[in-house]
């Protein structure tokens, strides 16, 4: 397996992990294409045989420079349970611990213990603290999704 940034060709296979997980929230194709092309130095894609079979999306929140917020994380299901979206990130946080980076924030829906789990464990793997709290209410969604409650991890120590 070969991780590395993503590239514009890498967007319709994002989309299609997204939809074919039936659990994550699938964005427009045209958005992913976007994520491959704007937000590749935030993002991941790992690929076997020249094929993508997991992905992270990320960005650098504009207002906190230090702080990489994971959006996406999927993994194909051919590959789940093979540690795939551990190494994503462990990839990615070393790419941009580099950079400056010294937090990662992500949201999580309270259902959702196998992503509990992975940043759980990104966060014990790397010595980090972990917090959690609310973020945003179900009833501000305009559809029946759960509430989203923050992570966040850090501070990440210098590769």
Known sequence: MEIDAPVVADGPEL??????SAVLDVNSSYAYLLWCRDFSQT???????????GFV??????????????WQ??????QRGGGVAGKLLNHL??????????????TITPDNTASIKLFSALARDRAAEIHSSELFTAD????SHLGEDLYRIGPFDAA
């Open 93 to 106: 946080v070393d790419r941009v611990v580099a950079r400056g980076v010294r937090f990662l924030e992500t």
């Open 43 to 53: 993002s991941a894609v790992a690929r076997v045989d020249g094929a993508v079979v």
């Open 140 to 143: 501000l969604f305009p559809d």
């Open 73 to 78: 994380v999927a993994v194909d299901a051919s």
């Open 15 to 20: 989309y299609r992990i997204t939809r074919d």
């Open 57 to 70: 999306t990320g960005f650098i929140r504009p207002d906190a420079p230090d702080t990489l917020v994971v």
